[in-house]
């Protein structure tokens, strides 16, 4: 079993990031949905383990990809900040290109607030939120845990810093 930490928007703030890779301890992979702001080598350095990342609306001259496919326990995962979708009006757009490009993910950051879809039509969408500017009701920080078996079902699950 694999688990993957998913964040997005931590904008040079890292001190919450720190806090998740403690709680989940032992994570083998971390993906970031973007707006890094050049701290690409020190979350690298704080993760202990294989790290994806792609470029944010917020990431200048920085060498990171726009976004990414990947595979996850057989699971075909594409993997945006989302700004280019318009996902701050909605992520229709985004969960269109994801079914075009025959994934069965999609996770995105930008609106810093979190999303979990697991019931449009085989695809899962997927935002963490954000861990340094929370949008949602509560403003609580937060992210998402995936866990990976090959064969299996992924499972998801939106976290909170308290």
Not at 100 to 107: E, K, L, Q, S
Request: proline fraction near 4%; include cysteine.
């Amino acid at each position: 079993m694999k688990k993957i930490l998913v964040v997005s928007d931590t904008h040079r703030k890292l001190t919450n990031l720190q806090r998740a890779l403690e709680t989940e301890k032992g994570a083998d992979l971390l993906i970031h949905l973007g707006d890094i702001e050049g701290d690409e080598e020190e979350i690298r350095r704080l993760a202990g383990c294989p790290v994806e990342m792609v470029k944010g609306n917020n990431d200048f001259f920085c060498a990171l990809p726009r976004e990414e496919e990947i595979w996850l326990a057989g699971h075909k995962a594409f993997l945006t900040h989302g700004h280019d979708y318009g996902v701050s009006v909605g992520d229709e757009i985004l969960r269109d290109e994801a079914r075009a490009r025959g994934c069965d993910i999609v996770m995105y950051g930008h609106t810093h607030r979190p999303v979990l879809d697991e019931n449009d039509g085989g695809l899962t969408v997927l935002n963490p939120g954000s861990l340094s500017y929370p949008r949602q009701m509560d403003r609580r920080p937060s992210y998402a845990v995936i866990l990976a078996e090959t064969g299996k079902n992924l499972s998801f699950e939106l976290k909170e810093l308290g």
